[in-house]
């Protein structure tokens, strides 16, 4: 069953992937009389252009090399590339084909529309694109100030470091993680939380220079942990995991954690174990049993799925990545239909839920629908015990 679900996924996905590119290929084709006389020259390139990701992926997985990175960016690239020539095109299309009903536009005029169409819709998103690779390579602090009323003995505030979704492979490298450690060393946190999706998918990129080595993080009076994202799954969790836990960073696998002043850290297994290894997680409610709901409790979930079931629990605080905010415009609108929450800060009943946008990205090194960031938490805690003091 699973094999047979992956291939009709992937056989959705690679026939919208190819009629999206067929449909790019026309456009410029019948846009632009040059590109009619060098007809062979412009197939090729066009042809190599599409398959760029694919073949990178291909390649990347068999063997990493500094020229699958780059097969992978100029690819990613052209993904990017794809989306907005899309939807640019598609929206020129229904604007000429208004045109036309009422026979405001001649046939000279028709090619003259293509053309500078063409010209526009081009620059455009090429122009979407730089301005997004500059909004990704620029990280942010995102900073959240919540209290929980509850008593944490003597502890009464808690800094929280957290990084979802950093993807380290062939895009996100070593100068990345060196400036998202100096942003976290700057924030002096009490605790570091990385919230899933540490790697990207396939571990070849990352073994290859031992990426994971260039993160450093401050010395936390609570530690380090972390729990798995989709991606840890998709690379093989018998070869990420390891590998992250052999950083010493401990990986939480439906587990729980007691830190200072009776604070209890849940950290889930990512729902798609199921999807890849057929490993059901544990359930929320099983893990409750091993809580004590009296004191401070902070649930690590990288999917923000069932917002209701957490918040029926009594959990003070859920901390997800996953949905990068869409990433890219207008994305972004279609991970706020999927998601209850998909960016941000939400409270239910007396659980808040923050949700990141990740530091890293998937595919094109382009966010124009969220930022880059690293989240700080500042909690309070207010319950009988700290009133006492």
């Known amino acids: 069953m699973k094999k047979y679900q992956m291939i009709v996924f992937f056989s959705i996905v690679l026939t919208i992937y190819s009629l999206v590119n067929i449909y790019l290929f026309y456009k410029g084709y019948k846009a632009l009389p040059c590109l009619q006389r060098n007809r062979i020259l412009y197939s090729i390139t066009f042809f190599l252009l599409a398959i760029l990701f694919i073949v990178a992926k291909i390649l990347e997985s068999k063997h990493s090399s500094v020229i699958t990175d780059i097969l992978n960016i100029v690819g990613g690239f052209w993904l990017a590339f794809m989306l907005y020539g899309f939807l640019f095109f598609l929206l020129s299309d229904i604007i000429l084909l208004l045109l036309r009903i009422p026979g405001i536009i001649s046939g000279d005029n028709i090619v003259l529309f293509r053309k500078w169409s063409f010209i526009v819709i081009s620059s455009a998103s ?22 929980i009323n509850k008593p944490a003995g003597s502890v009464k505030t808690l800094r929280i470091a957290a990084v979802s979704d950093i993807h380290l492979g062939s895009i996100i490298r070593k100068r990345s993680l060196k400036k998202m450690s100096g942003l976290i060393k700057d924030m002096k946190p009490d605790l570091v939380l990385l919230l899933g999706d540490i790697l990207d998918g396939e571990i070849g990129p990352v073994l290859r220079g031992d990426l994971l080595q260039y993160f450093t993080w401050p010395k936390c009076a609570d530690g380090l942990y972390a729990i798995t994202g989709n991606h840890e799954f998709i690379g093989g969790a018998n070869r990420t995991i390891p590998y992250i836990e052999s950083k010493g960073i401990r990986v939480l696998k439906d587990e729980i954690v007691t830190l200072e002043g009776g604070i209890q850290l849940i950290g889930r297994i990512d729902r798609d174990s199921y999807r890849f290894y057929r490993k059901e997680r544990l359930p929320l409610g099983e893990l409750m049993k091993q809580v004590d709901t009296t004191r401070p409790v902070i649930l690590l979930d990288h999917q923000p799925f069932h ?7 009594g959990i003070d605080l859920e901390l997800s990545g996953h949905t990068h905010n869409g990433q890219m ?7 706020k239909m999927i998601y209850e929450l998909s960016y941000g800060y939400l409270k239910k009943r007396n659980t808040n839920f923050i949700v990141s946008s990740g530091y890293g990205l998937w595919g094109p090194r382009v966010r124009s629908g969220s930022r880059s960031e690293v989240l700080l938490i500042n909690i309070t805690f207010t319950g009988a015990e700290n009133k006492l003091k």
């Open 329 to 335: 415009w207008p994305l972004n609108y279609v991970t």
């Open 126 to 147: 090429s122009l979407l694109i730089i301005g997004g690779f500059i909004n990704a390579i620029i990280p942010v602090t995102k900073e959240y100030n919540i209290t």
């Open 307 to 313: 917002l209701d079931e957490t918040a029926k629990y």
